[in-house]
């Protein structure tokens, strides 16, 4: 089994920044592409950023210019700086992983979530 583990969320007045970590742990084989996805009450799940394992990145419009994805590979770690954050970026951020674990199933993994909140 593949855990994925978020951290760094918190409370920040608009305009400030955030990182968001996601370690990946538990009978991995590999991390392929990883992503920051994020929900508010009563709306659908949305990608935020994804990144390959070979650092090849996309963002979602509403956060391109603002917000920053990285991994690093022998920590089976990404991150998400999040920069000029603003009220509408008040979200549940979750991380999503494509794993092979040690038996060689491919699977998709979802950690359980950061709060993020912005504050006007």
């Known amino acids: 089994q593949v855990q994925l583990v978020e951290s760094g969320g918190g409370l920040v007045q608009a305009g400030g920044s955030l990182r968001l970590s996601c370690a990946a742990s538990?009978?991995?084989?590999?991390?392929?592409?990883m992503r920051w996805g994020r929900q508010v009450p009563g709306k659908q799940r949305e990608l935020v950023a994804a990144?390959?394992?070979?650092?090849?990145?996309n963002y979602a419009d509403s956060v391109k210019g603002r917000f920053t994805i990285s991994r690093d590979n022998a920590k089976n770690t990404v991150y998400l700086q999040m920069n000029s954050l603003k009220p509408e970026d008040t979200a549940v951020y979750y991380c999503n992983a494509d794993g092979v674990n040690t038996a060689r199933a491919i699977a998709n993994y979802w950690g359980r979530g950061t709060q993020v909140t912005v504050s006007s």
């Open positions: 990144i390959t394992r070979g650092g090849s990145t």
């Open positions: 538990g009978s991995i084989f590999s991390i392929n592409d």
